[in-house]
């Protein structure tokens, strides 16, 4: 007020016995662990159980219908498609029947109902050397397993010859880990599905991760990666002319 000299007025100060810390949890870290279906023979009933709840999931988050989209329009005349991690072949049989030239590379036996025509390779994809044969290489749910400096080995074959690379994998994030804990038990998810989730999502990609391990020069390549609100990671890389 003017005139009047204006009291000093201090305000007390409180001390907080605790440190208040932002509610957000630390980013992810990528973490490989080895998945329980690597350790049972492809016939034991734990397996065939997990291809069961493996096939859900796909229905769930939509990656076949995504690659059954995405695909065949990206293929030239004349082109072969090679399938990384091809499991029980259900994804190459859907594409089989949309007209791609498709073949599979797996660990796992030729399943009895894989075309005779088509090839089934059964080899480790890090050792496999057949990769010329292929202009389009894809893969569902396979990549995360492996380290970078395997994706960096991996990469370094596909670079030579691939002309298209499109994956489907797992979005890392503890959302996706909490609801396949909760959702899985609901439609009967196996114990052996319910560890390899939570591993595999741990494992999974965010961002650029998964073309930079590869070794995909962003100069060479045409890049989209891109994520969806159920959890799945999706990159398309496709080699500029």
């Known amino acids: 007020m003017r005139g009047k000299e204006q009291a000093d007025v201090s305000l007390p100060v ?53 690659l059954e989209r995405t695909l065949p329009p990206m293929l030239r005349p004349g082109e072969r498609t090679l399938e990384l991690g091809a499991g029980a072949g259900e994804l190459g049989l859907r594409l089989a029947r949309r007209g791609v030239d498709v073949a599979a590379l797996d660990l796992w036996p030729r399943p009895k109902d894989w075309p005779a025509a088509q090839a089934w390779h059964r080899a480790d994809l890090r050792e496999f050397d057949g990769y010329g044969d292929y202009a389009a290489v894809i893969g569902n749910l396979i990549l995360h397993q492996f380290s970078d400096a395997d994706l960096t080995t991996l990469g370094h074959k596909l670079r030579r010859t691939a002309r298209v690379i499109v994956a489907c994998e797992p979005q890392r994030r503890r959302f996706s880990q909490v609801a396949y804990r909760m959702l899985g038990p609901v439609f009967g998810a196996n114990h052996v599905s319910l560890h390899d989730a939570d591993v595999s999502i741990a494992a999974g990609f965010q961002h650029e991760e998964l073309p930079q391990a590869l070794g995909l020069d962003p100069m060479t390549w045409e890049i989209h990666c891109t994520s969806t609100v159920r959890g799945l990671y999706r990159m398309v890389a496709v080699r500029r002319s």
């Not at 949890?25 to 709840?53: C, F, K, V």
């Open 14 to 66: 409180f001390t907080l016995p605790f440190t208040l810390t932002p509610p957000f949890p630390s980013p992810m870290q990528r973490t490989i662990q080895p998945e329980l279906l690597d350790s049972l023979p492809p016939g034991h009933p734990d397996a065939l159980h997990n291809h069961r709840d493996l096939r859900l999931t796909n229905q769930l988050l939509g990656s076949y219908r995504w």
